[in-house]
């Protein structure tokens, strides 16, 4: 078995909860006002934790091709598309169809059709559909059959010169989301070519840490000032709360800031040190983010429908979400509801597929 990284797990967990206190059911109106006003602030900037899943996602999944070309070996395109299906699509076509038979016997077959039927093929954040959360992974979809694409173009042409090329083709997609953004302003945000920015940015610092690897740990002693840097980057989402309603400008170039902020943070938490891995991602605080992120794809999948699931009980049940008591209770529920319906997604649909992926496409 592979030897998961801590820091990436945390990182992980890190995005999912955020994600999590973006759509958090509870009003936290019964906390005491200096956490209500944070908690809140969370909330609101929450949405940022889908970014973050991008960077990292972009650095892992290349990952796996660049491990191979470094080693001198072909990246086998096919075979990877393969195993990344049987890592990503059980789950959600599971999800899928349960809530596609659970619409058509409430709502009947065009609701249900209209509602996912874009999901099937992969196309919801261009046909957004009721399940709004659904357009990252839309993008994720779109992302690994670009990359592929410019693997084995690359990879078959010019392998000697491939770690170059590779900088220079990722650089330049890293960029052109931002100029879609600023030409097509009116469009929502939601779709690949406005917002794969993070995802290439990952790739780039994956191509560096696996071709240049002395420079990458050359960085090192720079810890800190890109630690201050990234957060600097990272701070005009949290002023400006929600980029995609805050203007032109900032609309067109906070995406590329966040996402290249969250990459300096990647590149630290590659280099930790002792000190971050005894009290941050080894502390009991940190286990519990990594937790969250080694499950954080079940998690991401159903905790829109959760949250659904979890109003229809309060309000068929008359419960006050405001008191202190009821408010302290569902905030918890909430996390550890989303947190064991990741559990059971894991144990018997992830990995049973997983098993099956190792034994015919090892």
């Not at 840490?209 to 002693?221: A, G, I, P, T, V």
């Not at 309603?245 to 630290?268: E, K, M, T, V």
Request: glycine share 6%; with cysteine.
């Amino acid at each position: 078995m592979v030897k998961r990284n801590e820091s990436l797990d945390f990182l992980r967990g890190l995005a999912i909860i955020l994600v999590l206190f973006r759509h958090l059911p509870v009003k936290l109106s019964f906390l005491p006002e200096i956490i209500y006003t944070i908690f809140s602030r969370v909330k609101a900037f929450g949405y940022i934790g889908v970014d973050l899943f991008f960077v990292l996602s972009g650095f892992l999944v290349s990952g796996l091709y660049f491990s191979k070309i470094n080693s001198g070996k072909s990246p086998e395109v096919g075979k990877f598309l393969t195993r990344r299906a049987f890592k990503i699509w059980p789950s959600y076509y599971l999800y899928l169809l349960i809530m596609m038979i659970y619409l058509y016997f409430s709502k009947g077959i065009d609701v249900a059709w209209s509602s996912l039927g874009s999901a099937v093929f992969h196309i919801q954040n261009y046909l957004l559909t009721d399940k709004l959360h659904f357009w990252s992974l839309a993008i994720e979809e779109h992302f690994y059959t670009l990359l592929s694409l410019i693997v084995f173009i690359l990879a078959k042409k010019n392998v000697n010169n491939f770690k170059k090329n590779i900088l220079f083709i990722v650089s330049i997609c890293s960029f052109i989301p931002m100029v879609m953004r600023l030409i097509f302003i009116d469009h929502h945000t939601y779709m690949t070519h406005m917002r794969s920015d993070g995802l290439f940015i990952g790739v780039f610092i994956s191509a560096v840490y696996h071709f240049y690897s002395s420079f990458f740990d050359s960085l090192k002693k720079y810890q800190l000032i890109l630690f201050i840097l990234g957060m600097v980057l990272l701070s005009p989402t949290i002023y400006f709360i929600d980029i995609a309603y805050s203007g032109y400008w900032i609309r067109a170039f906070a995406f590329l800031l966040l996402h290249l902020g969250f990459g300096l943070i990647l590149i630290c938490s590659l280099n930790s040190g002792n000190f971050a891995n005894k009290y941050i991602f080894r502390s009991p605080l940190g286990k519990i983010f990594q937790r969250y992120g080694y499950l954080s794809y079940g998690i991401y999948l159903w905790h829109f429908d959760f949250n659904g699931a979890f109003h229809f009980f309060v309000k068929k049940l008359s419960f006050n979400l405001d008191g202190a008591l009821f408010g302290s209770l569902s905030f918890l529920v909430y996390f550890f509801g989303v947190y064991l319906l990741g559990v059971g997604l894991m144990n018997f649909i992830e990995k049973p597929f997983l098993k099956i992926r190792e034994k015919y496409t090892a």
